[in-house]
């Protein structure tokens, strides 16, 4: 029995840190942060199968897991159907707890190396699409650099992606809405637009961005999304906004440059998702004299986990050095 656990505002019992380590009973402590981390993995992977693949056990070992912590807890954490899991309010509040105690353990080990920081763990980030290639593309030599690092990936923007997926660092383009989340800026990219050679020698190169209107256009989003049709460039002083002729749309973005390469027509994506196909020829960038606009990118984490563990921090220099490679 564990004396003076605090309440939340749900008046819901939590272990810290510091009680689950003064815990009389020490196999109890480590069962108890066992079926933490199969809980926390659980909600993560989003089904049984997959955390219990993840875990190295079988999924009715990981059931009887989480269910024994239900019951000594006095509350459901997950509400289980056919259709996956989902937390319950309670499980929200504890997950969250779960994910500091965890992240405490981990800061302490550092601590008792005499700040000797190890970057370790499993690394679960969101990388907009078109960080794929630029940040993927080169993942092989941050591995090699982090023997102790396991990469899971998720293709999003949406910031909220590091509470609803239990990430740890989404990178995502665009400014963040006031969403209590916590933005540190990594650099500014910049929308370029570009075509296939053999799309060109048929339907010609555009010289002034209001040639853009007589040409085939590859967008991302939703054609009923103005923006998205609309490009804007910049020369010095000078701002042409062109509603260009929509011909094929990409609803995720991933594949606004495949179309292109393929000859669909002209295309407006970020610069650093086009880099290896302008040095290789399969595409050609436009308007050399006219510049696309500028984006902030930044790496979105959840508040409240304390320090940056080493693991994000060091994905971070690695994405920024991806950036500059230029």
Not at 281 to 300: I, N, T
Request: charged share 25%.
């Amino acid at each position: 029995m564990i004396p003076n656990r605090e309440k939340d505002p749900c008046g819901n019992n939590y272990l810290s840190v510091v009680e689950l380590l003064r815990a009389a009973d020490e196999r109890q402590a480590v069962d108890k942060l066992r079926a933490i981390t199969f809980f926390c993995r659980t909600v993560e992977s989003k089904s049984f199968t997959a955390a219990a693949q993840a875990l190295a056990i079988v999924p009715s070992a990981l059931s009887k897991a989480l269910s024994a912590l239900e019951e000594e807890l006095g509350f459901r954490l997950l509400n289980r159907s056919t259709r996956g899991l989902s937390l319950t309010h309670e499980g929200e509040v504890y997950y969250e707890q779960c994910r500091a105690l965890l992240q405490g353990l981990e800061d302490a080990e550092d601590a008792a190396r005499g700040g000797n920081v190890r970057a370790r763990g499993t690394l679960r980030i969101g990388l907009h699409p078109a960080l794929r290639v630029a940040v993927l593309g080169a993942l092989g030599p941050f591995l090699e650099q982090h023997p102790n690092i396991t990469i899971e990936t998720v293709v999003t923007n949406s910031p909220a992606a590091v509470v609803d997926e239990g990430l740890d660092v989404v990178v995502r383009i665009g400014e963040l809405a006031d969403s209590g989340l916590l933005a540190k800026p990594l650099a500014r990219v910049r929308s370029i637009v570009c075509a296939a050679p053999a799309y060109l020698a048929s339907a010609g190169e555009p010289q002034h961005p209001g040639d853009l209107a007589r040409h085939r256009a590859i967008i991302y989003g939703r054609r009923d999304e103005a923006s998205n049709a609309e490009w804007t460039f910049f020369r010095k002083t000078e701002r042409v906004k062109v509603l260009v002729p929509v011909r094929v749309v990409m609803r995720d973005g991933i594949g606004v440059t495949d179309a292109a390469v393929g000859g669909c027509g002209v295309a407006l994506p970020i610069d650093i998702s086009v880099r290896h196909l302008l040095r290789s020829g399969a595409l050609r960038a436009l308007l050399p004299d006219w510049a696309g606009e500028q984006y902030p990118l930044y790496a979105v984490t959840a508040p409240g986990r304390g320090r940056t563990p080493a693991k994000v921090q060091a994905l971070l220099e690695f994405v920024k050095s991806c950036l500059d490679q230029g």
